[in-house]
Structure formats: C-alpha cells, structure tokens
C-alpha cells in the first residue's frame, strides 16, 4: 500500500521569502504521479503542481518549484517569493500511473502555511 | 479548463431528512468521479469512487446506503445523504478525474457544507 507523509503540521514565512514544505512517500510503482494542491481558507482544493515519476526533471509553475528526488522518494515543495494569498494549507498527494488505480489520490495529512506581512 | 462546480456550496437541513449534492465537471467528461469527506484541520477522507454508468465502490466503513451515489452521465455525479443526522455534518468535496498519460489529474469542485440540525 502506498503512504504519504508530510511532517510539517505547520509552518510560517515571511512575505517575498521562500519556504519549502517537505513530503515523502512509500510505494513500489515504478509508475506514478506525485502533486501537491492548495487549500484556502476558502476550501477549494488548487492544483499547484504535477510530477510524472519517469521524468527526471522537477515540475515548475511560476513561483512554485518541486525537488523530486526518485530513489529517496522525497517530494518537496518551494515557493518563491510567498505571497499573503499563499496562505493555505497543503496537501502532498499519490496517484498510480494511468491503468492502475482509477485516478485515486493518496493524500497526506497536509502543511498549514502561513504567510506573514 | 478543468472546471467541476458543486451544488449546493452549504446546506442546512433537518435531522432525518436528505439531501442531494451535485457534481458536475464543466468544460470535460470524466473518466471517474470521486466524493470526499473533510473534518475541520483534517486531510480528505475518500468516501466512494464512481464511474458513469455502474455502481459506485464505497470505502471500508462508509454506509452505501446512507450515502447513494449515482454517477448518470461523464459530466454529473450526484451524492445522496439519506436520513441525514446530525454526525453527517461535514465538509463533502467531489472531483473528477481526467485519466490518460498527461492529463492524469483529480480536478476539485468547491466543496458543500452540510449542517444536520
């Protein structure tokens, strides 16, 4: 069975500083996909980034950038930068590669960022 | 692109009574839809996964008869809580999952709050 863990409950920053939130996983897939989503206080579930395991090169979207280290299985997420808006909490999530699991998550149990001015 | 919306955003609702949610991915067809649960500061707990057109598979420990899902087409997917109480109160998230290659994501709807008076 594949686990995820995130061992940061919560974390702080500083407005325009960057942070990293860690996230490990146990698997034997050789297929997957890794993510991370953001949750406002709002509570819509954002996709912030994707990872396909067979890629060697690290996801970025803008400010976002991962550090996925395959054989440590170590996913960790930096945001540059940090905004007040990217006050949230985090979710590290595991999916199966296509064929094997439907499309199901595996979450971990999530990062609380807080972004201070 | 990749839009799902949920209906309602928040309902209250007597004891005893049911209530429907709505599920609906927008701009796409989706290969599977899946309902969550969320307890407040808690991670998505996965209720059930359902395809368009069969029966949905239920997690251990969620009663499929007090929560009946019918998946009627590749963009609705329909949560039912039956005789709803009080211990049904909670935070329901769907999504719908785009299956295939790249395109392998869990996309969110905004969430509904149900309260069971």
């Known amino acids: 069975a594949q686990t995820v863990t995130q061992s940061q409950p919560e974390m702080s920053v500083q407005e325009a500083e960057t942070v990293t939130l860690s996230c490990t996983y146990d698997?034997?897939?050789?297929?997957?996909?890794l993510f991370w989503y953001k949750q406002p206080p709002s509570r819509q579930m954002i996709l912030v980034i994707r990872?396909?395991?067979?890629?060697?090169q690290n996801a970025t979207e803008n400010r976002f950038s991962v550090n996925f280290q395959k054989a440590a299985k170590s996913f960790s997420l930096k945001i540059s930068d940090s905004q007040l808006g990217d006050t949230a909490m985090y979710f590290c999530a595991f999916m199966k590669g296509y064929g094997g699991s439907q499309g199901n998550l595996i979450f971990g149990k999530g990062t609380k960022l807080s972004v201070k001015p | 692109g990749a839009v799902v919306s949920q209906h309602p955003s928040w309902v209250i609702c007597k004891s005893g009574t049911s209530v429907k949610i709505e599920c609906r991915s927008l701009d796409f067809q989706a290969t599977t839809m899946f309902w969550y649960r969320q307890f407040p500061k808690q991670s998505l707990m996965l209720m059930a996964t359902?395809?368009?057109?069969?029966?949905?598979?239920?997690e251990q420990g969620v009663e499929k008869d007090k929560f009946l899902i019918n998946h009627a087409s590749l963009t609705l997917s329909t949560l039912t809580v039956t005789s709803a109480h009080p211990e049904d109160s909670s935070f329901y998230i769907c999504s719908a999952y785009v299956g295939g290659g790249p395109a392998d994501t869990q996309y969110f709807g905004p969430g509904t709050r149900l309260t069971v008076l």
């Open positions: 990872q396909e395991a067979y890629k060697q």
């Open positions: 698997t034997s897939e050789s297929n997957y996909y």
């Open positions: 359902s395809n368009e057109g069969s029966k949905a598979t239920y």
